[in-house]
């Protein structure tokens, strides 16, 4: 406990008796997904690169290209691939499992109840949210809207967006998978029609990529990459400003 407290991972408490505390280092190992993490690489990067030295200098200092000779099968002492090590290492392997994110969908009441029974994969949770009210899920890795945006207009896009803004970190990603048009020049017919739809049955919009730029910038966000087929099939990737 003093080499930890000295690493200000716990800290020891004045009085007569010798007594430790937590500190927030050691609160991180209360949150189930990151002390999984820090299991997970202490045993495979610290036990696995331990090793590495000297696998080094046996193996010559080559290129590390065959996955099953590799530092790991050296300091495990197998010939299997991590995967498959794991497969016969529950304990390891559920580590591994529990580091892995929530995948939660989000939608109206009346659209989540009316997904099927078993439609969708076990892992992900159906949540009913408005995204019109605060979002409850603060600081995820990713937010992911796809189609949603092209459905409302500017000051109403403007409140999905600023809702998400409030609980995303710098680093969380929102991913937005809409139409990004071209400034000028004729757009293929589906396409066209659907912004004709948006319009009057939305009063919304497929938008140019300026006009994603200027949403995005009011909302406290900018595009920090970008994938766009000439048809404006895109995906943009967005940060905190
Ligand atoms: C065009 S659909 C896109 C659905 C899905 N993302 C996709 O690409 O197939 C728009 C979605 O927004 C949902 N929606 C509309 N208003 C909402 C609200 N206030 N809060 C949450 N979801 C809403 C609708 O129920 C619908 O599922």
Not at 110 to 125: M, Q, Y
Not at 157 to 178: F, P
Not at 199 to 209: H, L, P, Q, Y
């Amino acid at each position: 406990m003093r080499v930890l407290a000295a690493n200000r991972i716990f800290t020891e408490l004045a009085g007569p008796e010798t007594k430790f505390g937590p500190t927030s280092l050691s609160n991180i190992f209360t949150v189930p997904a990151l002390s999984n993490g820090i299991k997970h690489c202490f045993d495979l990067g610290y036990r696995g690169g331990a090793g590495f030295p000297s696998y080094a200098r046996e193996t010559n200092y080559r290129q590390l290209e065959d996955e099953l000779d590799s530092p790991f099968q050296y300091a495990f002492q197998t010939k299997l691939h991590c995967f498959d090590w794991w497969k016969e290492h529950p304990r390891e392997a559920s580590q591994f499992h529990n580091v892995k994110g929530r995948l939660i969908l989000q939608d109206q009441p009346d659209v989540i109840d009316a997904i099927p029974k078993d439609s969708l994969h076990p892992t992900i949770e159906l949540t009913k949210h408005n995204f019109f009210k605060p979002q409850l899920i603060k600081g995820a890795g990713v937010y992911f809207l796809k189609h949603v945006l092209h459905d409302w207009p500017n000051p109403k896009a403007l409140i999905i967006l600023r809702n998400l803004v409030a609980v995303m970190k710098d680093y969380s990603k929102l991913i937005i998978i809409e139409n990004v048009l071209p400034e000028a020049g004729p757009l293929p017919v589906p396409t066209a029609g659907l912004d004709f739809i948006l319009m009057v049955g939305f009063a919304a919009m497929e938008r140019t990529a300026k006009q994603w730029e200027a949403l995005l910038t009011e909302a406290g966000l900018k595009i920090t990459g970008r994938w766009v087929k000439d048809d404006g099939d895109g995906v943009l990737e967005v940060m905190l400003a």
